[in-house]
């Protein structure tokens, strides 16, 4: 599976951006997809989860009520919704997928368990 992000780029605080990531796949149907993000020198941190046909989602409690993770009818798409963004917002984000079956909110939101990422779009809050 090969991913590819899009969407990023540079906002105000309180700005929107919607980040996209496309699968190779026909079909992401049985797989975890995340969205991961880092700055330099940080460990990658999990912040948006869900489980394709979407009946689990998870999300960072950094996050939690300004970020939206939602899949497309195809279920080859997955995108980040960011609303009310914060210069602490500002990193790299990648995403990733894992053929997992069940995974716990917390495995859900590590690095670890994904095998398969994006090369990473930059998102830069500031004013």
């Known amino acids: 599976v090969q991913l590819a992000e899009s969407g990023g780029g540079s906002v105000q605080p309180v700005g929107s951006l919607r980040l996209s990531c496309t699968a190779s796949?026909?079909?992401?149907?049985?797989?975890?997809m995340a969205w991961f993000r880092q700055v330099p020198d940080q460990e990658r941190d999990g912040i948006a989860s869900i489980f394709i046909p979407g009946d689990r989602v998870y999300y960072a409690d950094s996050v939690k009520g300004r970020f939206t993770i939602s899949q497309d009818k195809d279920n080859r798409m997955v995108d980040l919704e960011m609303n009310d963004l914060k210069p602490e917002d500002t990193a790299m984000y990648y995403c990733a997928a894992a053929a997992v079956p069940i995974m716990t909110a917390k495995q859900a939101l590590r690095p670890g368990p994904y095998n398969y990422w994006g090369q990473g779009t930059q998102v830069t809050v500031s004013s």
């Open positions: 796949c026909d079909t992401l149907n049985g797989h975890y």
